[in-house]
């Protein structure tokens, strides 16, 4: 069982963790198909969890119990906010795998849609506990999948609603350094990350 006490610490999940964040890209269209013909080539995967955890019991990827999402939540933010994750304009960005447009009747501020997809974001230095809540609470998805990129949107393309052009996508795409897969009964995440 895990305590909110603890502090997490990132376990290496090698290929199964690999295999895992691929398995949750495909689940998506649009900007996950895309970071899965681009960006998604070489790279390591590790989840945040609870010191002591084996690591035959942090493959377990559908299996909650670990932590907890609060937990997992104030990593993330401490996470990207750090300087080892990417430029200091990128951005952070949500897709809601399951979402169309039509689905989402007052848009996040944040949102936008391209195609049938439907994205939340948010620049690095707004990644916050409160932001990232919001987002998770105007979510239709079940599974939560992230992108960190260094790309960072026109402004105005990718605000207040707006239907953006494929390639501010693509562009999102090629720029991905990490991917945060939701795992351990959505508790969790695993986060793949591209080889400098």
């Known amino acids: 069982m895990f305590s909110h006490s603890n502090k997490l610490v990132e376990v ?3 290929s199964e963790g690999v295999a895992y964040v691929g398995s949750c890209l495909r689940q998506g269209a649009g900007l996950c198909a895309k970071v899965a013909e681009t ?3 070489d790279g390591t995967t590790f989840a945040p969890l609870p010191e002591g955890v084996s690591l035959q019991r942090a493959q377990k990827f ?14 993330l933010v401490d996470y990207v906010r750090s300087p080892r994750v990417g430029a200091v304009s990128g951005c952070l960005v949500f897709q809601d795998v399951w979402a169309k447009p039509c ?3 007052i848009p996040h501020p944040n949102g936008f849609f391209q195609g049938a997809n439907v994205y939340y974001w948010l620049k690095k230095d707004a990644v916050d506990i ?5 987002i998770f609470r105007q979510m239709k998805s079940f599974l939560l999948i992230a992108m ?3 790309y960072l949107p026109p402004g105005e393309s990718a605000s207040q609603g707006r239907f953006v052009d494929e390639s501010v996508v693509t562009d999102l795409a090629r720029k ?3 991917i945060f897969a939701g795992a351990y009964d959505q508790e969790g995440v695993v986060v793949w990350s591209k080889r400098a």
């Open 103 to 105: 689905d989402t009747a």
């Open 130 to 134: 409160h932001a990232i809540s919001e």
């Open 12 to 14: 290496p999940l090698g």
């Open 39 to 41: 960006a998604f080539r």
């Open 148 to 150: 960190y990129s260094e």
């Open 176 to 178: 991905t350094v990490r």
């Open 62 to 75: 559908t299996t909650g119990g670990l932590t907890s999402r609060r937990q997992t939540n104030a990593w």
